[in-house]
Every structure is written in structure tokens, then in C-alpha cells.
């Protein structure tokens, strides 16, 4: 089905979140998302997904609250969290989520677990289940009448007396995040609930955590505050019995992070350790495996930086995900070393991975540039990857995906994907868009429901999606090309391979316009201050002034480990915001109140300074929004002011004020 024509048919495509397989490899879950009856929203449900292609996949629950973060129990049981009310109590509180799980014998959900702040993720190993849960400080037995009494007097402050203060989207406090444990059989509510974590502080905000398969111990991160508003990472234990708590892994200068995973022996922890950054120092995450008994860790997997990590059912071999050349292949490595082996010789990317207990499939979710997430089986011994249903639809495209690379000014090879229309040829050569990703430690090597080319290919563009300096995938040289060069390092990158596309037959070098976010957006306003080839050029959610950044962002910790203290001639140096006086592309800036990460101070300094300056520009404001823009009908608004705003300066056509405006 082709459905980039009409961006509002577009953003009701039903897409695959999450996949998980059942403990004896029998059942095969999936979270859908999918648009809301009311068109304004999205809600999730949870489907079967057969484990063979000949099956049909099969809807397992359906409610307006939706259902997500699903985890077996050891009995197969699905749990969920959900905020749909409990039927069994009168004054069910639906505004916040609690624990729910659907029986594997059959019959309706039922919550088993609630909390005043509401549930969060859930883990389980043998008869224990774990789960997250935001709870105020304080006297845990008086916690609902305090959130009721917080409630009805209209307070919504929050007394902060360490970093940080909000993360990404939303605000940090007063609750703390709490873990809880149950060793009791599940009957028709967790039994004995435990708090494993009384007053942790900030020690478990966005935390990563597994279970033993013993369900004896949890083992999370937990975030240490250390002087001068720096942050550590380390990993912990948890005993689920009598919460005794014992560090694991902890070193000046590393964070240990998830995703954390369990050998199903027991004796070992996989997690990510990474190298805090430097002005001169570039970030280096690596697989790192654990003794669990004495806490000696080893490097494992080369230069892989792994964005998922699986073990094997011997617990001999872990699999794990990691950019590589513009792909995100699956990998085996080994616990006792060697070299990866490549599982997946194909161009997808693969994430959502679930070893099957017989040792010889892993089941993912498979996706790439060209194809959305779909279902599929891996073989381990060389057996390739078999497509399974799917409850989610396949997409046509509306062009061609090709490869491509250029060799920049110091002789490293840079690569990227090429999306084009079908119809483009020297005879009627398509315009062209460079398309920058943001991170800038990452890489376009996936599908993207909220920043897609197709869109863009449909209406007649060919789209250049480049990795260049600072991508992920091309081991640390790559990294440490633009470390204290942003903006330079990475623009001469870009021209090359720019330059390269441009000069294919097919596209049409006079009719060209640049857009990206995040990184992407500082990239953007690089570029308008040091060339005026570009027609057009979009900025979304992008760092202007660094300084002004540095000291709003929800994590000026990381930021000042990257560029050091404020002051550096860094800030100065790479600051977009000094060339200012070069910039003469029109340009369309695009950013969202809510964004904590690149906070909305921005993109108003941004704007204000190309209003006085003379700049022909334009200013997409969400009030609600964050990082991202993703409310449906803020999705359809975005593109269509980017498409009319790339019309009117690289088409040429008559500016006209999108109809979502009107």
C-alpha cells in the first residue's frame, strides 16, 4: 500500500513497537500502535504473532487506555501495564498506570498491582516479579492521601536540591522512582509487595533492570551524584528478599548502563559500560560482561556499541545489536572472546531480539530504511531470515534505495542511502534534499515513522541521508574525525558526499535544500552560516548558541564533559550563532515548548536573530510539543509547513499556508 501521498492516511499506518517470546519459545507477543477512534491520539494493544508463516496473528486486547512494556511470567502469563480503570474497584484511579496480566489458559486481563504514582516496567525470574513505580517521598503507607491532598490545594511545585531536574520530556519529581518486589504466587493481586529501594533519590530515574532466573536478585542501574553537578552510573544488586543492595560494577569516569540481561545460568550480567566524553576525549560504549558473584567485568565484542543485548540459552554466547555500515545487523559474541560472527548479511536493521529455548532461532523485529518493522525468524546456524505475519501492514514505497559514497578532503570514505522517485531521469532530474540525522552519534540505517524520506520521495524529491563524522557504526576513528570539530569536520563530510549526489544525471544540482533536528538542526544552521548553495534550509529542534545551551539543557552535565567548562573556546568556536552575519538562506525553524533537551530558548534566539537580521524565515512553534512533534495531528502540520516552505524556495512555486493552519 502506498500511503505517503495524504500525510493524514500516513499517520493511521498501524506500526510494530515490541516483541517478545514466551518463556518455552511457544507464544510470540507484540505491541501495535495505532491511531486513536478520536484521530488525535495514538493508543497500543497487544497481538499474537504465530510463530511459523503460515499462522495468523490475532488481537489479545483492546481497551482505550491501551497496553504496553509486556513481560512473561515463568508460567507464560502476559503482563502489561496499562492505565485502563480496574473493574473491580469502585473508584478505580485511571489516570495512572498499574500492573495487569492476561492469563496464558485464556480468559480476560486483571490487574494485579497499583500504585498511587502509577506502575511502571516490569521484570520477572522463576516466581518473583519486579516492577518500577513513581512514589513519594517519605511515609509510603500516607502516599495517596499526600498526592490527594497535593492534588486538591493545586500544587504542582517541586523543591529540588540535586541535578537533575527533568529529562527529555518531563519534569523530574517529587516522586522518586522505587523498585518492588513479590516472591509470592500470583493469585488474583501480587502478594507481600515489597519495597526493595526506600528512599533512592534520583538513583533510579530511567533506570535499566533485570531478575535473576532464580528471581533471587535484581540487578539495576543506579545513578550516583558525585561533586560539581557530575553524574555516575553504576550497576547494583538487589537481594528481592530482604532488599540488601551491593554494588557491582562502579568506576571513575564509566557509566554502566542497560539494556542489562541475565545469563540464564545466572552467573553472569551483560550491560554497556561507557567512557565518560572529554573536550578531547571521544565517548566509547562497549559490551561489558560481569561475574555476578565477584563483579569482575571483561570487554567483550570488539567495537561493536551494542543497542541490545540477548543471551543465548547456554549462556556460552550473547547477541547483540550494533550499527554497522549503515545497517544494524545481528551479531553472536562470544563470553570467553574472539571475534563477532555476523548472524544477518542483509541491509535491514534488527532490534526487539528473543533467543528461542531450543538455541537455534532468534526472533526480531526486522526493519530498515526502505521497509518498516515486520516480524521475522533468525537462524543461528546460517539458515537465513524467514518473514512471519504480521499484524501490521507492508508498505509500497514510491521509489528506489541505493547506496552511495564520496571521499571527503582528508581522504575517508563517507557513505549514505539515496532515496529517489521512480520517475527521475537525466531527462526530468529530481530535485534534491540533504537530509542531516541527528545525535550526532547516530546513523540512518532504519525506519522512521516520524522522520521519513518517503514522504518527501512521493512528492518528487530524491533525499540524501548521509553518516557522516561522529556516525555510529564506523568504529572510534569515525568519532574522533569531528570530536572538536562539529561543525567543520562534519560540513566538509557533508559536501563531499553532497557533491557526489548532485552530480548524478538524474538529479537536478540548481534545485537543492538542507534540513535536519536535533544535531541535525545545529548542522542545518552550520551550514546557512557558511554557504548560500542551499534554496532552502529547515532547522528542527536545533542548538543555535552553545553557551546560551549549555546551562538549559536537562543534562549540562554531559554536555560539559563534551565541551568543557563554560568558557571554553569551544562554545565560541562551534557556535552557529557566530556567523550569523553569513546567513541568507531562508530558513524555516521548527521547535517544540516541551523540549527539554534542546530547550526552547533556542529556537527563540534563532528566530529573533534571523528576524533582525534581515533573514528571510519562518517560525513553526508547538506549545505542547517535544523533541520530536508527535501528536498526529502536529505530524501532519510539520510536514506539510516543510513541504510548502521546500516548494516555494526550491520548487519555486507560490507560498501557500498549509491547510492544517488554516
Request: proline fraction near 8%; include cysteine; charged fraction near 25%.
Amino acid at each position: 500500500m502506498t500511503l505517503f501521498k495524504d500525510i493524514r492516511e500516513y499517520i493511521g499506518v498501524p506500526r510494530m513497537l515490541d516483541l517478545k517470546l514466551s518463556p518455552d519459545g511457544a507464544r510470540l507477543v507484540a505491541v501495535v500502535q495505532a491511531l486513536n477512534p478520536d484521530g488525535k491520539s495514538y493508543g497500543t494493544s497487544l497481538w499474537e504473532v504465530p510463530l511459523d508463516a503460515g499462522g495468523e496473528t490475532t488481537r489479545l486486547t483492546r481497551s482505550a487506555a491501551g497496553e504496553a512494556a509486556t513481560e512473561f511470567t515463568e508460567a507464560g502469563d502476559v503482563l502489561f501495564v496499562s492505565r485502563r480503570p480496574d473493574p473491580t474497584e469502585k473508584d478505580a484511579d485511571d489516570e495512572v498506570p498499574g500492573l495487569w496480566l492476561l492469563p496464558a489458559r485464556g480468559g480476560e486481563a486483571r490487574q494485579i498491582a497499583a500504585r498511587p504514582g502509577g506502575v511502571g516496567g516490569t521484570r520477572t525470574g522463576g516466581g518473583t516479579v519486579v516492577f518500577a513505580a513513581d512514589v513519594l517521598p517519605g511515609d509510603e503507607a500516607g502516599e495517596a492521601d499526600r498526592r490527594k491532598k497535593r492534588k486538591e490545594a493545586g500544587v504542582s511545585a517541586v523543591l529540588h536540591e540535586s541535578h537533575p531536574v527533568r529529562y527529555w520530556d518531563h519534569d523530574l519529581g517529587p516522586g522518586q522512582t522505587r523498585l518492588f518486589a513479590s516472591t509470592a504466587p500470583i493469585g488474583d493481586r501480587l502478594a507481600e509487595v515489597r519495597d526493595l529501594t526506600p528512599e533512592p533519590g534520583r538513583a533510579l530515574d530511567e533506570l535499566s533492570f533485570a531478575v535473576t532466573p532464580d528471581g533471587s536478585t535484581v540487578v539495576t542501574t543506579w545513578t550516583v551524584a558525585l561533586p560539581g553537578g557530575e553524574l555516575r552510573t553504576d550497576l547494583v544488586t538487589i537481594d528481592t528478599g530482604d532488599g540488601t543492595r551491593r554494588v557491582l560494577a562502579s568506576a571513575d569516569g564509566y557509566d554502566f548502563g542497560g539494556p542489562v540481561a541475565v545469563s540464564p545460568d545466572g552467573g553472569h550480567v551483560a550491560c554497556c559500560r561507557e567512557l565518560h566524553a572529554g573536550p578531547d576525549r571521544v565517548p566509547e560504549i562497549t559490551l561489558w560482561v560481569i561475574d555476578l558473584a565477584t563483579g569482575e567485568g571483561v570487554a567483550r565484542g570488539g567495537e561493536l556499541s551494542p543497542g541490545g543485548i540477548r543471551w543465548a540459552p547456554d549462556s556460552q554466547s550473547l547477541y547483540v545489536v550494533a550499527d554497522h555500515l549503515g545497517r544494524r545487523p545481528v551479531f553472536r559474541v562470544g563470553v570467553d572472546g574472539g571475534d563477532p560472527v555476523r548472524l544477518t548479511p542483509d541491509d535491514s536493521s534488527y532490534l526487539q531480539l528473543s533467543p528461542a529455548p531450543d538455541g537455534r532461532s532468534v526472533y526480531a523485529l526486522r526493519s530498515g530504511v526502505a521497509e518498516a518493522h515486520t516480524p521475522v525468524r533468525i537462524s543461528v546456524d546460517g539458515g537465513g531470515v524467514e518473514e512471519l505475519p504480521s499484524p501490521t501492514p507492508r508498505l509500497d514505497l514510491p521509489g528506489t534505495l541505493t547506496e552511495i559514497s564520496a571521499v571527503a578532503d582528508d581522504g575517508q570514505e563517507i557513505r549514505g542511502w539515496l532515496a529517489q522517485p521512480a520517475g527521475a531521469s537525466a531527462d526530468d532530474p529530481a530535485p534534491f534534499l540533504l537530509w542531516i540525522h541527528g545525535g550526532p552519534m547516530s546513523s540512518w540505517n532504519d525506519w522512521s515513522w516520524r522522520w521519513n524520506p518517503w514522504i518527501m520521495v512521493e512528492r518528487g524529491y530524491a533525499v540524501l541521508l548521509p553518516d557522516p563524522c561522529l556516525s555510529t557504526g564506523y568504529g572510534q576513528k569515525m568519532l574522533e574525525r569531528g570530536w572538536q570539530d562539529w561543525g567543520p569536520r562534519t560540513h566538509a563530510d557533508l559536501t563531499a558526499i553532497t557533491d557526489a549526489a548532485l552530480a548524478r544525471p538524474e538529479i537536478d544540482e540548481t534545485r537543492i535544500g538542507a534540513m535536519g533536528g536535533s544535531f541535525g538542526g545545529y548542522m542545518a544552521n552550520w551550514i546557512a552560516g557558511h554557504t548560500d548553495r542551499f534554496k532552502a534550509i529547515v532547522t528542527h529542534a536545533s542548538l543555535w548558541n552553545l553557551d546560551q545551551f549549555a546551562g538549559t539543557t536537562d543534562v549540562p552535565h554531559y554536555w560539559q564533559r563534551d565541551f568543557g567548562p563554560p568558557g571554553s573556546d569551544l562554545y565560541e568556536r562551534l557556535s552557529p550563532h557566530a556567523s550569523l552575519a553569513e546567513i541568507s538562506t531562508p530558513m524555516l525553524v521548527i521547535h517544540g515548548d516541551r523540549d527539554y533537551r534542546v530547550p526552547i530558548g533556542e529556537g527563540l534566539r534563532l528566530w529573533w536573530d534571523l528576524q533582525r537580521s534581515g533573514v528571510e524565515s519562518k517560525f513553526l512553534y508547538f506549545p505542547d510539543e517535544n523533541h520530536w512533534v508527535l501528536k498526529p495531528g502536529n505530524v501532519v502540520v510539520w510536514y506539510e509547513t516543510v513541504l510548502a516552505f521546500l516548494a516555494q524556495h526550491v520548487l519555486g512555486e507560490d507560498w501557500r499556508r498549509p491547510e492544517s493552519l488554516s
